[in-house]
């Protein structure tokens, strides 16, 4: 599965940003999909995930109640919705969609296939 994101940019702290990810390839409808950031310095770590359906999402207790993830399988995209931004969330953000339907853990093993990531910057 190919997966390219777009969306990334500069935005001030508090505002919103939305990344997109559209994929090819694949079977789109049948992935659990997630989007992982990694700060300059520090480990990838995990933002969100939610199952093939859509209707269960899982999040890092660090975006829970800020960010939302949601897909259209209908156009083989997903989408990370951010607001009430904070300057920790500088990062460079990926999708990523994995073959078992229903994962929406944390663990980026369980992750087939990455997007090239776009970055995120949030000024204070």
């Known amino acids: 599965v190919q997966l390219v994101e777009s969306g990334g940019g500069s935005v001030q702290a508090g505002g919103s940003l939305s990344l997109s990810c559209a994929a090819s390839?694949?079977?789109?409808?049948?992935?659990?999909i997630g989007w992982f950031r990694q700060a300059q310095g520090k480990e990838r770590e995990f933002v969100a995930g939610?199952?093939?359906?859509?209707?269960?999402?899982y999040y890092s207790d660090s975006v829970k109640g800020r960010f939302t993830i949601s897909r259209d399988n209908a156009a083989n995209t997903m989408r990370l919705r951010m607001d009430k931004v904070k300057p920790e969330d500088t990062a460079v953000y990926y999708c990523?969609?994995?073959?078992?339907?229903?994962?929406?853990?944390?663990?980026?093993?369980?992750?087939?296939?990455w997007g090239q990531g776009t970055p995120v910057t949030v000024s204070s």
């Open positions: 990523t969609v994995t073959r078992y339907s229903e994962y929406v853990g944390p663990s980026d093993s369980q992750y087939d296939d």
């Open positions: 390839g694949g079977t789109f409808r049948t992935y659990g």
């Open positions: 939610l199952n093939h359906k859509g209707d269960i999402a």
